[in-house]
């Protein structure tokens, strides 16, 4: 909870985006009224505080990292520039700012800067106007395409395998504005829809989803084939055809009858035609008219389904979608968000598994990684399957049993077979099935899985600074500033240099690198009785490890368990903000914009108040504005 005070007195307390007016003051007053003479927060307190302690480096045009506070004089533009201030006040707060070399302000001064810039954060109007934000077309990627298919015909083909590899934009590889179409990839399409074609017409089951209807007698051949394409170009294109589309298909199929082609062969011509077709390779949104107020719409429920789907199962909608997008209750949001629940029980919602799950905790890097086999030859290939898969089955567990999200970071429980059980010491675990068993000693959390380890360490040694820089980047999205120019390089030379975080702590003396450092180490070296590949050692080398550390703020812990107990109980908003900006910019299939912020806040909330349940999480982000609508600007 952040209390909120004037110089003056205290008027507002915001605690997880919610606004608390304290009795006697207005909220009018509490969000507009100036402090002593007239002057706005602003101009009273940030504005001397920046001329005194950030304008030498951060003003002009060679300002330091491209931020020069010298263009702000009397507003900090929050509706704007809320990013900006955001981490200015987080810098301050935690005394990354001002350098360490640098004079520092006092207890007063910080106290007043970090409440003058909340009060001015809390200024952001979410009322202003709505932003639902615009989602560019987007091509399905390469697993949603293998997905698709599989669900439209009901062969898995897995021809996407041999596409290009998708882009990656704000984390994902599903963000539209990445998502382009290069000529190779044309061909690669044009190809696949041809090898469907074949497959779905030449396999019996195949071929009954593509042609459902049978026709009774001759006569009825030619409405009964109007009736299957259009059936199946509508599964395909996950949307009802207009009546030019229908004649263009009929057009298709009559064109391979005048040139003699079989039926067999009308059908693979049409079909190939459809799943050639931008409205199959594209999920297509209509633009908003000069009906839609303000350019802003809600989405038709065949939109719906088809935002569900992608985002839950990286897929077409099914038949329930469909029939709900008909009826047009699938814009009402209580049926948006029991739909979504029921897309997460079903079997199809590994696909968040795998695509959201192994991309936020980048479980998709294990199957590249190699740590050194002299110093690591116990490490193979089976054990680098189970350090995947064991971070897998807890994502899993924890959206199929609807746990706390807060599970993430603290749960007492995994998922281990054989291999892997023998990497951590536990006995009594025979064979390659997985089982969940429980944490008794020194690992809680995903952050301690040793999959998570071993991509935040280098392949001959432990790295506090990634694992550190790791947790602030995709747990808590803080992630710190890059490194000047002309940092040296940590001395290395074995342990004549003194224990490991000795030499670290060394290199953090040199005032270039404290900065950056000291949120960093902290949490890096609280895991440093995890080696390279995630096994627990007390020792290294000669030396006793020393897992204990302080927190900006004071929260000291003496290894791994207390960090994350630590997360839990002081980070747990800001987990909560990461792990629903993460989920909301997966979902959308875009970056965030400032206005998203608002969602974000709301999402929150909601946790909050729900015991922060993964179900929870999912049906505030599914019956958002940013989901449920679309805007031109």
Not at 86 to 109: N, S
Not at 560 to 570: F, K, Q, S, Y
């Amino acid at each position: 909870m952040y209390v909120i005070f004037t110089l003056r007195n205290l008027v507002l307390v915001v605690s997880c985006g919610v606004q608390f007016v304290l009795p006697g003051v207005p909220m009018a007053e509490a969000q507009d009224s100036p402090v002593a003479g007239g002057k706005s927060h602003f101009e009273a307190s940030v504005a001397p505080f920046l001329a005194k302690h950030c304008l030498a480096c951060h003003s002009g045009d060679e300002a330091e990292a491209g931020i020069a506070f010298d263009t702000y004089t009397a507003s900090a533009n929050v509706q704007s520039e809320y990013d900006l201030w955001d981490k200015a006040a987080r810098l301050i707060r935690d005394r990354q700012m001002p350098p360490t070399e640098q004079p520092q302000p006092t207890a007063e001064e910080l106290l007043a800067i970090d409440a003058a810039i909340k009060a001015e954060l809390a200024t952001f109007d979410c009322t202003a106007e709505l932003r639902p934000g615009r989602v560019t077309l987007r091509r399905l990627n390469k697993a949603e395409y293998n997905n698709t298919i599989r669900d439209l015909v009901g062969l898995d083909l897995k021809l996407a395998d041999d596409f290009p590899s998708d882009d990656v934009g704000n984390g994902f590889d599903n963000i539209g504005d990445v998502l382009s179409l290069p000529p190779v990839l044309l061909e690669k399409y044009l190809m696949a829809a041809e090898s469907v074609a074949d497959q779905a017409i030449a396999d019996p089951q195949a071929r009954a989803r593509v042609l459902v209807h049978p026709a009774l007698t001759a006569g009825d051949r030619v409405a009964v084939a109007r009736r299957n394409v259009r059936e199946f170009a509508e599964r395909a294109w996950r949307r009802p055809l207009s009546e030019g589309e229908k004649e263009r298909l009929f057009e298709i199929m009559k064109f391979a009858y005048d040139q003699n082609s079989s039926l067999d062969e009308i059908f693979r011509t049409v079909v190939s035609a459809v799943l050639s077709s931008p409205h199959f390779l594209f999920r297509v949104e209509r633009d908003t008219d000069g009906e839609d107020e303000d350019g802003i719409r809600q989405l038709d429920g065949f939109e719906m389904a088809s935002r569900l789907s992608y985002f839950l199962w990286s897929s077409m909608p099914d038949k329930s979608l469909f029939e709900l997008a008909r009826s047009g209750k699938l814009t009402q949001p209580d049926v948006i968000a029991s739909q979504a629940k029921r897309m997460l029980a079903d079997p199809k919602s590994k696909a968040l598994v795998s695509n959201f799950a192994g991309q936020w905790l980048q479980l998709r890097d294990v199957s590249r990684l190699m740590p050194d086999p002299e110093l690591f030859p116990d490490f193979d290939d089976e054990l680098r399957f189970a350090m995947r898969r064991e971070t897998e089955l807890v994502f899993e567990s924890i959206m199929r049993e609807n746990y706390s999200v807060l599970e993430f970071l603290n749960a007492d429980f995994t998922f281990v077979n054989e291999r892997l059980a023998r990497h951590y010491g536990i006995h009594g675990i025979s064979g390659p099935e997985f089982q969940q068993v429980a944490l008794k000693n020194h690992r809680r959390g995903v952050l301690t899985h040793a999959g998570i380890l071993m991509l935040t360490s280098n392949p001959t040694r432990t790295s506090p600074v990634k694992r550190g820089r790791w947790i602030l980047d995709n747990i808590l999205a803080e992630p710190p500033p890059p490194p000047p120019a002309n940092v040296p390089e940590l001395e290395t030379g074995g342990e004549n240099l003194g224990s490991f975080r000795e030499q670290m702590e060394q290199h953090r003396s040199n005032p270039a690198c404290s900065v950056c450092h000291l949120k960093m180490d902290a949490i890096g070296f609280g895991l440093e009785n995890f080696d390279a590949i995630g096994g627990w050692r007390d020792r290294d080398g000669r030396f006793d490890i020393d897992a204990s550390g302080e927190l900006p703020g004071g929260q000291k812990f003496g290894g791994a368990v207390d960090l994350m107990e630590i997360m839990v109980r002081e980070k747990k908003t800001e987990f909560c903000r990461c792990l629903a900006g993460k989920m909301l910019t997966y979902a959308l299939g875009r970056g965030l914009i400032s206005y998203d912020r608002c969602t974000i806040n709301d999402v929150v909330r909601n946790l909050t108040e729900n015991e922060y349940r993964f179900e929870t999480l999912i049906t505030a982000i599914v019956t958002s504005a940013p989901f449920t609508m679309s805007e031109s600007k």
